[in-house]
């Protein structure tokens, strides 16, 4: 799995992670829904789990193999400066039209 980022998103990025240590992660959050009902998500977290694939790049993003099902191959990251968000998409779909960042290390959300 690939995921291509943006020049917007890659200057949010920079900006909303200059100041913060750990790393970004894409994760198909399936809390309080089945397996197969789940959302993206994009999470600070501490350090890189044992499962975690790492996308190395100007900022490096890693997601589960395991959740490699619940994705394309290849996927874009944008940022939209008029909803300050991210937008999680493929060339077939928009997985996520609204995503923020959610930093895991204290389960607050990074406003885009």
Not at 31 to 36: G, I, K, L, Q, S
Not at 82 to 111: E, M, V
């Amino acid at each position: 799995m690939h995921i291509e980022m943006s020049s917007s998103a890659l200057s949010r990025l920079r900006e909303q992670l200059a100041d913060k240590t750990g790393y970004l992660k894409l994760v198909y959050d399936t809390d309080n829904c089945c397996a197969v009902n789940g959302i993206a998500q994009l999470w600070l977290v501490a350090e890189p789990g044992a499962d975690d694939i790492v996308q190395d790049g100007e900022i490096p993003i890693m997601h589960e193999h395991e959740q490699e099902i619940f994705f394309e191959d290849d996927l874009q990251l944008d940022y939209s400066e008029k909803n300050r968000c991210y937008i999680l998409k493929s060339n077939q779909q928009i997985y996520h039209p609204t995503l923020s960042i959610i930093d895991k290390r204290t389960d607050r959300i990074l406003q885009g």
